[in-house]
């Protein structure tokens, strides 16, 4: 799993000013695995916590869908905003994942609580709910990605 050190190199190493296709492939593949680790999380509840991933999980999460957010609001947006002139769909799109930035930074929120209770052993927990919480995050980030990868960045030419 990514650890907590790798996510604040991958942010501290990201460009500013400039669209990196390399910087922005790294923080999705860092993405994918941490859904990776929160879909195992998933998969161990209820009986087999690993607490110690639900901390670096907690502590990863925000950080990191943060970063990325603001580097593709910052870089990658405007530069395909730019090459939207006349392109209803796109303009549209972009303004849906901004909108779908926010919600999945507040589901990060909630998410990185319920973790953090998971990883202190908090009894109270429901389990079949941090299942559904954690479920409906690392799916929701898996479709954003693919869907930048695929139809934001390949067809519009940005990546090859």
């Not at 907590?4 to 990196?20: E, F, K």
């Not at 303004?95 to 109270?124: I, N, P």
């Not at 409906?136 to 898996?142: A, P």
Request: glycine share 6%; with cysteine; hydrophobic share 40%.
């Amino acid at each position: 799993m990514t650890d907590y050190a790798d996510i604040a190199r991958l942010l501290s190493d990201r460009p500013t000013g400039t669209v990196s296709l390399d910087w922005l492939k790294k923080a999705h593949d860092t993405q994918l695995t941490l859904c990776e680790a929160l879909e195992e999380i998933a998969d161990s509840l209820p009986a087999n916590i690993n607490r110690q991933k639900c901390m670096y999980a907690a502590k990863s999460l925000i950080p990191l869908v943060n970063g990325v957010h603001r580097y593709e609001e910052e870089a990658v947006f405007p530069l395909l905003e730019q090459a939207a002139t006349g392109n209803r769909d796109l303009t549209e799109t972009i303004v849906r994942l901004k909108f779908e930035h926010v919600e999945d930074e507040c589901f990060a929120e909630e998410l990185t609580d319920t973790l953090m209770r998971l990883g202190s052993g908090d009894g109270t927990v429901n389990a079949e709910a941090a299942g559904y919480m954690l479920r409906g995050f690392f799916e929701s980030i898996r479709r954003h990605i693919a869907f930048e990868q695929q139809f934001m960045l390949r067809g519009t030419g940005l990546a090859s």
